[in-house]
């Protein structure tokens, strides 16, 4: 029963240091989200994927590139991190043909940047 | 201007009691879909409640539902007979335009809620 699950649950990283963040859904959903989560922000959404094979930008997107690696992995990287990018970073996922189009998320990743 | 508006930063409820989270939004679309989530101290987020543009009913989801008021363009969650596990951040989000791929979602600042004895 694991939904989306997302790794690592918490990194520390130092200024201009790169990452991978991970995210798989065991869903079978087509669409798959990232966001970042600040205090006071809401969530605001970096990328998207419609669907395998697509990425489109967000909200926020700079410092930031996606890579839908294959229908249930959506991978996000920081090239080279900067300290405005610690946040609560979230992926999520849906399945577009319902009528609802519900986004179900992970726990989510507690990023630092030194 | 601001998609999602939630004017009530903190609210405080007493256990067994119902509660009112407000939401506002705007849009132009004539197609679009309204959801609340639940954010306990761990962190998660937890869909709520669900309610189309085209919906004639409020949503109603067990103790939640949804005070849907078009012309208004309001969409308050109601919680009734509060429990202490409803202590919480509840997010108001929109989704714009009829459901499909790459459905993205804006998002409120959140209204973090406490319930008391």
């Known amino acids: 029963n694991a939904g989306v699950t997302q790794t690592p649950k918490f990194q520390v990283l130092k200024t201009g240091q790169s990452m991978t963040l991970q995210c798989a859904q065991d869903m079978n959903h087509n669409s798959m989200y990232w966001y970042r989560q600040d205090p006071g922000m809401g969530l605001r959404l970096i990328y998207y994927?419609?669907?395998?094979?697509?990425?489109d930008k967000g909200e926020v997107p700079n410092g930031y590139n996606v890579s839908r690696l294959n229908k249930r992995e959506f991978s996000l990287r920081l090239e080279s991190a900067a300290p405005s990018q610690t946040s609560v970073y979230f992926c999520a996922s849906s399945e577009r043909e319902t009528a609802k189009n519900i986004q179900y998320f992970g726990a989510g990743t507690r990023l630092s940047v030194l | 201007a601001q998609k999602i508006t939630q004017t009530q930063p903190g609210m405080f409820v007493q256990e067994k009691e119902a509660v009112t989270l407000d939401c506002t939004y705007d849009t132009s679309d004539q197609s679009y879909g309204l959801f609340w989530y639940k954010q306990p101290s761990s962190g998660e987020m937890i869909f709520l409640i669900y309610?189309?543009?085209?919906?004639?009913q409020n949503a109603t989801e067990g103790r939640y539902s949804l005070n849907f008021q078009k012309a208004r363009k309001s969409a308050n969650l109601v919680i009734s007979a509060s429990q202490l596990g409803d202590s919480a951040m509840y997010f108001c989000a929109m989704r714009e335009g009829p459901t499909g791929g790459g459905n993205k979602l804006t998002f409120g600042t959140g209204t973090q809620l406490k319930v008391e004895l």
């Open positions: 994927s419609a669907s395998e094979g697509t990425t």
């Open positions: 309610q189309g543009s085209y919906d004639e």
